[in-house]
């Protein structure tokens, strides 16, 4: 099965940082990516998907990119309501298997 | 507006089985498959499994693939899933999730139903 890691784990960050989180596959997945986000006590928020398209409704300050094995997600301009865990996901076989996760907090 | 309703709360003995349903509602219910997520406390999401209703065909994550049987019934648009031989590492918020296959990814999800696993 393709490994899925995520880097870093953790990371404290200000209101209005731009901050950079990374999506590594065992194997190359295309672009078959998605990331989300999900705050404490709540299901999961689809992001993006397909590496790079925003789900409709999701702010503008997210962004993706990547394909094969290497993808980011960045957020451009924390704003409060960003501090959560965000996760990555491949989707082109199963297993779906996700990333460990990596939580943003407050610095 | 299109919602996934998971059943409610489950506390079981270890070695005993659950079963977790997930309606859904305002979508035909036959076009997308359903997966199967779970979150132990603290711990990161875990995919176990999905069911493409139309084709009665489900795929298990191996971790899972002995103890776990996930269901659909197309006529009241419900989703099960069944976990057998319960252990306390079992112990977990139990995930229903949409997944839109022109898109990708999941994008509706169940509110979630907390098992616990205890003697």
């Known amino acids: 099965d393709i490994q899925m890691t995520q880097s870093p784990s953790s990371l404290s960050a200000s209101v209005g940082d731009r901050l950079t989180i990374t999506c590594r596959a065992s194997?190359?997945?295309?672009?078959?990516l998605a990331w989300y986000q999900q705050r404490p006590g709540k299901p999961p928020k689809l992001l993006i998907y397909?590496?790079?398209t925003l789900l409709s409704g999701v702010p503008s300050r997210f962004s993706g990119s990547g394909s094969g094995t290497d993808f980011t997600l960045t957020i451009s301009g924390l704003q409060p309501e960003d501090f959560a865990t965000y996760y990555c996901?491949?989707?082109?076989?199963?297993?779906?298997?996700f990333g460990p996760g990596t939580k943003v907090d407050i610095k | 507006q299109v919602q996934l309703v998971q059943s409610g709360t489950e506390v079981k003995r270890p070695g005993s089985s659950v079963k977790v349903s997930c309606k859904a509602s305002?979508?035909?219910?036959?076009?997308?498959?359903v997966n199967w997520v779970r979150q132990a406390p603290g711990e990161g999401l875990e995919w176990m499994g999905r069911?493409?209703?139309?084709?009665?065909?489900?795929d298990y994550a191996q971790k899972f693939q002995d103890r776990v049987t996930i269901t659909a019934d197309e006529s009241s648009s419900t989703a099960y899933m069944e976990l057998n031989s319960l252990r306390s590492d079992d112990s977990a918020i139990y995930y229903c999730?949409?997944?839109?296959?022109?898109?990708?990814?999941?994008?509706?999800w169940g509110q979630g139903t907390r098992v616990t696993v205890s003697s």
């Open positions: 305002g979508d035909n219910f036959s076009n997308y498959p």
């Open positions: 996901q491949k989707y082109n076989s199963v297993p779906f298997t």
């Open positions: 194997q190359g997945i295309y672009n078959y």
């Open positions: 999730a949409r997944h839109l296959l022109a898109t990708g990814g999941f994008d509706l």
């Open positions: 397909a590496a790079s």
């Open positions: 069911i493409i209703p139309l084709l009665g065909r489900a």
